[in-house]
């Protein structure tokens, strides 16, 4: 099971945002993964990056060009 613990989601108004930025991530070496959007918050494509809050900034500036929603700090 994996720990629960405040973590960085970033959420997407589209599905393609999505997908964009887990070829960014792992073409840079950032850490992270695709999860469905937790019930507490909403997204349009209903897919949000999680990663640790250490990686805000590095996620920022790849997502500079993308179609983001929000960035959000969550127990997840």
Partial sequence: MIER???LLVTFHTTA??????KRCKAQGVP???I???RSITADCGM???AELEQR???ETIT???DVDSFYELIC
């Fill in 5 to 7: 613990k405040l973590r």
């Fill in 17 to 22: 945002g999505a997908m964009a930025m887990e």
């Fill in 32 to 34: 992270g993964r695709l």
């Fill in 36 to 38: 469905p959007v937790p």
């Fill in 48 to 50: 949000a990056w999680r």
């Fill in 57 to 59: 900034r590095a996620l």
């Fill in 64 to 66: 500079a060009d993308l």
